[in-house]
Nanobody, 123 residues
Framework: QVQLVESGGGLVQAGGSLRLSCAASGRTFSSYAMGWFRQAPGKEREFVAAISWLTSPPYYADSVKGRFTIIRDNAKNTVYLQMNSLKPEDTGVYYC????????????????WGQGTQVTVSS
C-alpha cells in the first residue's frame, strides 16, 4: 500500500503561482512513478503531469506545458507540482497518484490516489 496526502491548495489570482505537495508513505517511494490529475466542477478527472522513478523526462498535459513543473524529492518521499501563470481554467481539485510505471499514470490508471486538494484561480 501507498498512502498519498496532498497539500498546498488555495485561492490565487490569475497569473499567480502555487506549489502543491504530495507526501507518500508505505512502499518504497523511489520505485514509484508519481503524477498529478485535476478535476474541475462538472468535468471528468484529467491528467496533468507525471514523473518516473527513472531519469526520463516528465510528462505534461498540453494545457499546462511551460507553466507547470513536476519535481520529486526521493529523500523526502514527496512530489511537488509547481504551478505558474495560473489561469481560471486551472481551477479544480488536484489529486496525487502513484504507479510503478509512469505511462499508467499518463493514461489515467494509477494504483493509488490521494484525497485531493482544492485550487481556485480567480479572474
Amino acid at each position: 500500500q501507498v498512502q498519498l496526502v496532498e497539500s498546498g491548495g488555495g485561492l490565487v489570482q490569475a497569473g499567480g503561482s502555487l506549489r502543491l505537495s504530495c507526501a507518500a508513505s508505505g512502499r518504497t517511494f523511489s520505485s514509484y512513478a508519481m503524477g498529478w490529475f485535476r478535476q474541475a466542477p462538472g468535468k471528468e478527472r484529467e491528467f496533468v503531469a507525471a514523473i518516473s522513478w527513472l531519469t526520463s523526462p516528465p510528462y505534461y498535459a498540453d494545457s499546462v506545458k511551460g507553466r507547470f513543473t513536476i519535481i520529486r524529492d526521493n529523500a523526502k518521499n514527496t512530489v511537488y507540482l509547481q504551478m505558474n501563470s495560473l489561469k481560471p481554467e486551472d481551477t479544480g481539485v488536484y489529486y496525487c497518484a502513484a504507479h510503478p510505471q509512469a505511462r499508467r499514470i499518463v493514461v489515467g490508471t494509477p494504483d493509488y490516489w490521494g484525497q485531493g486538494t482544492q485550487v481556485t484561480v480567480s479572474s
